[in-house]
Antibody
Framework: EVHLVESGGGLVQPGRSLRLSCVASGFSFDDYAMHWVRQAPGKGLEWVSGINWNSRNIGYADSVKGRFTISRDNARNSLYLQMNSLRAEDTALYYC???????????????WGQGTTVTVSS | DIQMTQSPSTLSASVGDRVTITCRASQSVSTWLAWYQQKPGKAPKVLIYRASSLQGGVPSRFSGSGSGTEFSLTISSLQPDDFATYYCQQYNSYSPTFGQGTKLEIK
């Protein structure tokens, strides 16, 4: 069975950093692009970042560009999101999602994890 | 970035009703559009991809149509399990974007 499990969320002060992880199982992780998508409390879905299977194509939402870094370790079946200079508006449930194929554009997100919660507050 | 606008934001309907949710893109996304269903406390689930292709395991009462900038999701006969929030998403670009969501409520 295909599974994505996120971790690393928590309460952090504004301006500090946090690193999220997502471990994949049940599929050939290194064949697929991956995404981070977030959902602020009571709000809709916001795409945060995407990375191709080989890490050669990466994209970010304007709201996180320059502060967040996506990466992956195919040997460890793991996806990461390094979040720096965190702001109150970054408070959200962060989902890891699998693309249908090796690139993150032109394909939908067909498997989602259950998310990890990030709260940015002093 | 491509903006996605869904309507209505909230829809009240009864079991057995046929309902349609629309999604408009600020520029053409061809058929690079998906629909997701999200229930409270759960992760989103893809229903439709490539504007009209039904994801495996999704009931046939769900259907999608459209291309370019105008899209729709139709549920032919609402079931109790269908009351949820629905999102469209374009993936035509390297910056995918979601609509703001449509909450489908029981009338």
């Amino acid at each position: 069975e295909v599974h994505l499990v996120e971790s690393g969320g928590g309460l952090v002060q504004p301006g500090r950093s946090l690193r999220l992880s997502c471990v994949a199982s049940g599929f050939s992780f290194d064949d697929y692009a991956m995404h981070w998508v977030r959902q602020a409390p009571g709000k809709g879905l916001e795409w945060v970042s995407g990375i191709n299977w080989n890490s050669r194509n990466i994209g970010y939402a304007d709201s996180v560009k320059g502060r967040f870094t996506i990466s992956r370790d195919n040997a460890r079946n793991s996806l990461y999101l390094q979040m720096n200079s965190l702001r109150a508006e970054d408070t959200a449930l962060y989902y890891c999602a699998k693309s249908e194929a090796g690139t993150y554009n032109y394909y939908a997100m067909d498997v989602w994890g259950q998310g990890t919660t990030v709260t940015v507050s002093s | 970035d491509i903006q996605m606008t869904q309507s209505p934001s909230t829809l009240s309907a009864s079991v057995g009703d046929r309902v349609t949710i629309t999604c408009r893109a600020s520029q053409s996304v061809s058929t690079w559009l998906a629909w997701y269903q999200q229930k409270p406390g759960k992760a989103p689930k893809v229903l439709i991809y490539r504007a009209s292709s039904l994801q495996g395991g999704v009931p046939s009462r769900f259907s999608g149509s459209g291309s370019g900038t105008e899209f729709s999701l139709t549920i032919s006969s609402l079931q109790p399990d269908d009351f949820a929030t629905y999102y469209c998403q374009q993936y035509n670009s390297y910056s995918p974007t979601f609509g703001q969501g449509t909450k489908l409520e029981i009338k």
